[in-house]
């Protein structure tokens, strides 16, 4: 069992950055892979990026790529999403999760395939 706290959203103006970061309790964080998913007001929760167990893969919605980075901290249990030239359209909860694989499509981008998740943090761009 593993437990996820999120923290780093906040209010942005458009064009700026955030870091968000995901802590995760236990000693088998290494064994997990890591995912980050957004949920706008009045949408479905989608896919933004995800990480493998090692961080030598890594996989990204096209709507951030070249603008969001994931990364990973094995050694200090924590999952990084690096996010820059924000957008409003990026406002949204931002959810870390985690799944334990490897292999054939792992990391996944499937919501459905992640068993653990964080309690979210906020993250808002103004125009």
């Known amino acids: 069992q593993v437990q996820l706290v999120e923290s780093g959203g906040g209010l942005v103006q458009a064009g700026g950055s955030l870091r968000l970061s995901c802590a995760a309790s236990?000693?088998?964080?290494?064994?997990?892979?890591m995912g980050w998913f957004r949920q706008a007001p009045g949408k479905e929760r989608e896919f933004v990026t995800a990480i493998s167990r090692s961080g030598g893969t890594t996989y990204s919605a096209d709507s951030v790529k070249d603008r969001f980075t994931i990364s990973r901290t094995n050694a200090k249990n924590t999952v990084y999403l690096q996010m820059n030239s924000l957008k409003p359209e990026d406002t949204a909860v931002y959810y870390c999760?985690?799944?334990?694989?490897?292999?054939?499509?792992?990391?996944?981008?499937?919501?459905?395939?992640?068993?653990?998740w964080g309690q979210g943090t906020q993250v808002t761009v103004s125009s």
């Open positions: 236990g000693r088998t964080f290494s064994s997990y892979a």
């Open positions: 999760a985690a799944v334990s694989c490897e292999g054939y499509r792992c990391p996944p981008r499937e919501e459905m395939r992640y068993r653990h």
